[in-house]
Nanobody, 126 residues
Framework: QVQLVESGGGLVQAGGSLRLSCVAS????????MGWFRQAPGKEREFVAA????????YYADSVKGRFTISRDNAKNTALLQMNSLKPEDTADYYC???????????????????WGQGTQVTVSS
């Protein structure tokens, strides 16, 4: 069993930056594909970014490409999401997720992930 805890959310003005962290408990973190999703009020949960177990491959939603960067530190059981040039439409609850092997960084659907954090709220004001 893996537990995921996100932090780093908050209120920021448009054009600003935030860095989200996701710390995992349990073993085998380094074997998981890690992803970030977000869910705005009244909308479905949507894919943001994913990273392979060895950071060799990263995959982004078109809406965040060039602005967000996903990374991980397997020694610290941590996944990060650096968010720059934030826009009001980025406002949502952000969730990290972990997917057991086999490795597949192109997992973009929530059902493809096995473990979820509780989420951290990001609000971008205009």
């Amino acid at each position: 069993q893996v537990q995921l805890v996100e932090s780093g959310g908050g209120l920021v003005q448009a054009g600003g930056s935030l860095r989200l962290s996701c710390v995992a408990s349990g073993r085998s973190f380094s074997s998981y594909t890690m992803g970030w999703f977000r869910q705005a009020p009244g909308k479905e949960r949507e894919f943001v970014a994913a990273i392979s177990w060895n950071s060799g491959t990263r995959y982004y939603a078109d809406s965040v490409k060039g602005r967000f960067t996903i990374s991980r530190d397997n020694a610290k059981n941590t996944a990060l999401l650096q968010m720059n040039s934030l826009k009001p439409e980025d406002t949502a609850d952000y969730y990290c997720a972990a997917a057991r092997p086999p490795p597949n960084v192109s997992r973009t659907r929530p059902y493809e992930y096995d473990y979820w954090g509780q989420g951290t709220q990001v609000t971008v004001s205009s």
